[in-house]
Each structure stands twice: as C-alpha cells, then as structure tokens.
Nanobody
Framework: QVQLVEAGGGLVQTGGSLSLSCAAS????????MGWFRHAPGKEREFVAG????????YYADSVKGRFTISRDSAKNTVYLQMNSLKPDDTAVYYC????????????????WGQGTQVTVSS
C-alpha cells in the first residue's frame, strides 16, 4: 500500500502560479505511476496530468497542456504539479493518485488517493 499527502494549494489570482506536491509513503515510490486529478463544484472529477514509473513519460489533459507540468523526485518520494497561467476554471480540489499497473488518464485504474488540496483562482 501507499499513502499520499498533498500540499501546496491556496488562493491565487488569474495568471498566477502554484506548485502542488504529493508525498508518498509505504511501498517503493518507483513502483507507481502517479496522476493528478481535480474536482470542481458541480462537475465530475477529471484527469489533469500523469507521469510514468520512471518519469520518462508524461500525460496531460488538453485543458492544461502548456500551462501545467508534472514531475517526480524519487529521492524524495514526491510528485509535483507546477501550475502556471492559472485561470478561474482551474479552481478545484486537486487529488494525487497512484497506480501500480496503469499510467494514464483513467481514474478508475488508480488504486490509491490522497485527501486533496484546494486550489482557488480568483478573477
């Protein structure tokens, strides 16, 4: 099993930046593909970004391509989401997730989830 704890959310103005982190504990971090998802009020939870076991492959939702960057640091057992050029539509609770067997956008394939961190972008 793996436990995930997100941090770094907050309030930012349109056009600003935030960096989220997700610290993993438990099984070897390198055994997991990692993903970021978000859940906005009145909407379904959606995929934001994913990264493979080694970090060699990354995946992004079209809505965040060119603005968000996912990365991982195996020495720190941490995955990051750098968010730039933020828009009000990015307002949501952001969740980190882990999967041993799947790398990609399908949230049903992720076995472990963090508690979420709120990101609010003001206009």
């Amino acid at each position: 099993q793996v436990q995930l704890v997100e941090a770094g959310g907050g309030l930012v103005q349109t056009g600003g930046s935030l960096s989220l982190s997700c610290a993993a504990s438990g099984r070897a971090f390198s055994d997991y593909c990692m993903g970021w998802f978000r859940h906005a009020p009145g909407k379904e939870r959606e995929f934001v970004a994913g990264i493979s076991w080694s970090g060699g492959s990354t995946y992004y939702a079209d809505s965040v391509k060119g603005r968000f960057t996912i990365s991982r640091d195996s020495a720190k057992n941490t995955v990051y989401l750098q968010m730039n050029s933020l828009k009000p539509d990015d307002t949501a609770v952001y969740y980190c997730a882990a999967s041993q067997s799947y790398c990609g956008s399908r949230q049903s394939k992720y076995n472990y989830w963090g508690q979420g961190t709120q990101v609010t972008v003001s206009s």
